[in-house]
């Protein structure tokens, strides 16, 4: 059975400063990585997917890599704002789509 | 182009009562998934569709919850008898391809509260 771990589970930062949040898995047969957002008492926002051939996805001021055979993602936030605040969730999926509990970023203005 | 749809948006019902959630996926997408999500939690999957079959189970509790999905668009997710434990966020999610290798977009989800 699939084991995501998001560490940590909470991260507290001061405005403008690049936020680093991490993803582990357990089982490296995986066709893609997706990592999402979630609002207090909203659904999930996709922010990137990773196909399983690639090392790395940017957006703006997001970037995630994934190194597949050590089981691990890492997804950066540049110049972090405020309005990043939310709870990072990471998905594998190996025909499943399993999630860790997620990381809980407050960016403090 | 509209995301995935799902209602009610929120619903308190008294233990042992029935419940029933639905969710209009996005356009053409194949593969649909009903999760649930406690407090603090990851979502957990109960059940996968590609089209209108069910490929993946395993983690629904058949005693009490019951899934379709009619002509491989709209699902629903019902539970009878409703429990406490089963206050929670139940979430729909969508994608396109069936090989696993695109994007899932999720409803605003249903917080279920049983008292």
């Known amino acids: 059975k699939q084991e995501v771990t998001q560490i940590p589970a909470a991260l507290s930062v001061p405005e403008g400063e690049n936020l680093v949040l991490n993803c582990s898995f357990t089982d490296s047969a995986i066709y893609n990585l997706q990592w999402f957002r979630q609002d207090p008492g909203k659904g999930l926002t996709s922010l990137l997917l990773?196909?399983?051939?690639?090392r790395e996805q940017t957006s703006g001021r997001l970037n995630a890599s994934l190194d597949k055979s050590s089981g691990r993602s890492t997804l950066y936030i540049a110049a972090s704002q405020p309005g990043d605040s939310a709870t990072y969730l990471c998905?594998?999926?190996?025909?499943?789509?399993?999630f860790g509990a997620g990381t809980t970023v407050t960016v403090r203005a | 182009e509209a995301g995935v749809v799902q209602s009610p948006r929120y619903k308190i019902i008294e233990k042992k009562q029935p419940v029933a959630f639905w969710c209009n996926p996005i356009s053409g997408h194949n593969t649909l998934y009903w999760y649930r999500q406690n407090l603090g939690q990851g979502p957990e999957l109960l059940i996968r569709y590609e089209n209108e079959e069910a490929v993946d189970d395993s983690q629904l509790p058949k005693d009490r919850f019951s899934a379709e999905r009619l002509k491989g668009v709209d699902s629903t997710l019902k539970i009878q008898p409703a429990e406490l434990g089963d206050s929670a966020v139940y979430l729909c999610?969508?994608?396109?391809?069936?090989?696993?290798?695109?994007?899932?977009?999720f409803g605003q989800g249903t917080r279920l509260t049983v008292v």
């Open positions: 990773i196909q399983s051939s690639q």
């Open positions: 999610a969508s994608s396109l391809d069936l090989t696993g290798s695109t994007e899932a977009f």
């Open positions: 998905a594998v999926d190996d025909y499943k789509l399993s």
